[in-house]
């Protein structure tokens, strides 16, 4: 099972990083690919946390984002190793708290350029902890039911 979940990280963290990259190199220049009715490819550059809040924050999200990466691998060490929900939720936002991280401390800003309309443009880092988030969610709801 470790051996899976060090493959899932390192493709995650490819998958992200090699995305970033075309779409830094492909959609800067032309800013919005339409693709569907609901769907654009839109290049931004995020200095600002999940759905564009607190632009301009990069030295503070580069700082939280180490003390969650830090804190969940704590916490994932004390959770039972046989419950996937936590244990995949931990390792989904650790990973992308890492891609997103990578981007903040090596260029200034995080690529995104996934565009659902309606809502903000993320990337396939914000996915990864978007999905991780509800992955715990749901596992510490199982824990907190299993406690008398």
Not at 120 to 144: H, Q, R, Y
């Given at each position: 099972?470790?051996?899976?979940?060090?493959?899932?990280?390192?493709?995650?963290?490819?998958?992200?990083?090699?995305?970033?990259?075309w779409?830094?190199?492909?959609?800067?220049?032309?800013?919005?690919?339409?693709?569907?009715?609901?769907?654009?490819?839109?290049?931004?550059?995020?200095?600002?946390?999940?759905?564009?809040?607190?632009?301009?924050?990069?030295?503070?999200?580069?700082?939280?984002?180490?003390?969650?990466?830090?804190?969940?691998?704590?916490?994932r060490?004390?959770?039972?190793?046989?419950?996937?929900?936590?244990?995949?939720?931990?390792?989904?936002?650790?990973?992308?708290?890492?891609?997103?991280?990578?981007?903040?401390?090596?260029?200034?800003?995080?690529?995104?350029?996934?565009?659902l309309?309606?809502?903000?443009?993320?990337?396939?880092?914000?996915?990864?902890?978007?999905?991780?988030?509800?992955?715990?969610?749901?596992?510490?709801?199982?824990?907190?039911?299993?406690?008398?």
């Amino acid at each position: 099972m470790r051996a899976l979940r060090a493959a899932a990280v390192v493709a995650l963290l490819a998958l992200d990083r090699a995305t970033k990259l075309w779409a830094a190199a492909s959609l800067a220049a032309v800013g919005t690919i339409p693709l569907l009715p609901f769907f654009d490819l839109t290049y931004v550059e995020n200095t600002g946390a999940a759905f564009g809040l607190g632009r301009g924050a990069n030295k503070v999200l580069t700082a939280v984002s180490i003390g969650l990466v830090i804190v969940l691998q704590v916490l994932r060490r004390r959770w039972p190793k046989n419950d996937p929900w936590l244990q995949w939720g931990a390792l989904l936002v650790t990973t992308g708290a890492v891609g997103n991280l990578y981007d903040r401390l090596m260029v200034g800003y995080v690529v995104d350029f996934l565009h659902l309309h309606h809502w903000p443009v993320f990337n396939v880092a914000d996915s990864c902890i978007s999905i991780g988030a509800g992955m715990l969610a749901w596992g510490m709801k199982d824990e907190a039911a299993a406690k008398p």
